[in-house]
């Protein structure tokens, strides 16, 4: 049985944004004998505090680029990139990013897995904070198991579970889910709004799915195939928990298959290219 999110709650959207991104470039470099390959062409995006937004496009299409930009993996060509004000210009504790093949310790339990990046606290506050995460992903019990004991839709909730043990500003999350199978991935769909809407952090979420994206996101960043400009950005009309079968999800769902040229409802059409606008129309 599913469990439904809950109601979203209220997300603070005044101040200095949680992430803005200001006319991002990004070429990767020659190689020998071949050309500098563009991947992301002025990429201007702004994320309020305690906004979920997805990042959706085609394969190769520049997310993951875009993702350790921000994340600060990854130095862009050109524009800037500012974390709750700050420029980015490297890696920072602050920023954890869950990426779909995990980075978990396998050698290590679950709660020590969790508890990881909390040497600085005591050792009470540290198991507080350890076992309220756990609780929160669902792996009460679980607490001494290795990862090899787990399943994959366990072995997210520890990434999930160690990530926001660290308390971080932004959530940065690189298909996390791509692994699981389709009844998995949904559980966690569910888990994550619930648990967003429980900890009001900022979410920046890539997937291909658009399915997906429309159940997490309070907005959709749509990119176009490489090199990849912003093709539409979406706000989704849909309180929580989601009605996956009502017009407005469908007629969200048809904008940005229509924005990156294809279409459910008369078969896949092939892609637009360049010739569709930024509302998505082609
Ligand atoms: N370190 C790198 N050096 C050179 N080219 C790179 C590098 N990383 C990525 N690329 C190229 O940049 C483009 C975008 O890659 P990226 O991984 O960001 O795409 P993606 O949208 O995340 O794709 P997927 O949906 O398959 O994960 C690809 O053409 C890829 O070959
Ligand atoms: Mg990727």
Same mark, same amino acid.
């Given at each position: 049985?599913?469990?439904?999110?809950?109601?979203?709650?209220?997300?603070?959207?005044?101040?200095?944004?949680?992430?803005?991104?200001?006319?991002?470039?990004?070429?990767?470099?020659?190689?020998?004998?071949?050309?500098?390959?563009?991947?992301?062409?002025?990429?201007?995006?702004?994320?309020?505090?305690?906004?979920?937004?997805?990042?959706?496009?085609?394969?190769?299409?520049?997310?993951?680029?875009?993702?350790?930009?921000?994340?600060?993996?990854?130095?862009?060509?050109?524009? *800037?990139?500012?974390?709750?004000?700050?420029? %980015?210009?490297?890696?920072?504790? #602050?920023?954890?990013? /869950?990426?779909?093949?995990? +980075?978990?310790?396998?050698?290590?339990?679950?709660?020590?897995?969790?508890?990881?990046?909390?040497?600085?606290?005591?050792?009470?506050?540290?198991?507080?904070?350890?076992?309220?995460?756990?609780?929160?992903?669902?792996?009460?019990?679980?607490?001494?198991?290795?990862?090899?004991?787990?399943?994959?839709?366990?072995?997210?909730?520890?990434?999930?579970?160690?990530?926001?043990?660290?308390?971080?500003?932004?959530?940065?999350?690189?298909?996390?889910?791509?692994?699981?199978?389709?009844?998995?991935?949904?559980?966690?769909?569910?888990?994550?709004?619930?648990?967003?809407?429980?900890?009001?952090?900022?979410?920046?979420?890539?997937?291909?799915?658009?399915? *997906?994206?429309?159940?997490?996101?309070?907005? %959709?960043?749509?990119?176009?195939? #490489?090199?990849?400009? /912003?093709?539409?950005?979406? +706000?989704?009309?849909?309180?929580?928990?989601?009605?996956?079968?009502?017009?407005?999800?469908?007629?969200?769902?048809?904008?940005?298959?229509?924005?990156?040229?294809?279409?459910?409802?008369?078969?896949?059409?092939?892609?637009?290219?360049?010739?569709?606008?930024?509302?998505?129309?082609?």
């Amino acid at each position: 049985m599913i469990e439904p999110p809950t109601q979203s709650l209220p997300t603070e959207r005044t101040g200095t944004p949680a992430v803005l991104v200001r006319d991002v470039w990004m070429d990767f470099p020659h190689k020998q004998g071949s050309q500098a390959t563009p991947v992301l062409e002025q990429i201007n995006v702004e994320i309020p505090r305690g906004e979920f937004v997805c990042v959706v496009g085609p394969s190769g299409c520049g997310k993951t680029t875009l993702l350790n930009i921000i994340a600060g993996f990854l130095k862009a060509s050109r524009g *800037e990139v500012l974390v709750e004000g700050e420029s %980015v210009h490297g890696p920072d504790p #602050r920023r954890i990013v /869950i990426f779909q093949e995990g +980075s978990v310790f396998p050698w290590l339990t679950v709660s020590a897995n969790v508890g990881f990046g909390l040497n600085h606290v005591s050792a009470a506050e540290r198991e507080r904070v350890i076992q309220h995460y756990i609780d929160m992903v669902g792996l009460t019990g679980f607490e001494s198991a290795y990862l090899r004991q787990l399943s994959g839709g366990m072995r997210q909730r520890v990434e999930i579970a160690r990530a926001l043990a660290a308390n971080p500003e932004v959530l940065y999350m690189d298909e996390p889910f791509g692994a699981l199978d389709y009844f998995t991935r949904f559980k966690m769909r569910a888990d994550l709004v619930r648990i967003w809407q429980q900890e009001k952090k900022t979410i920046l979420f890539v997937t291909h799915d658009i399915d *997906e994206a429309i159940q997490l996101a309070d907005r %959709v960043v749509v990119l176009s195939s #490489r090199p990849s400009t /912003i093709r539409l950005i979406m +706000s989704v009309p849909l309180p929580r928990p989601r009605d996956l079968n009502s017009p407005i999800y469908l007629e969200t769902r048809d904008r940005i298959l229509n924005a990156l040229g294809m279409s459910l409802r008369n078969g896949i059409n092939a892609s637009c290219g360049s010739h569709s606008d930024a509302s998505g129309n082609c």
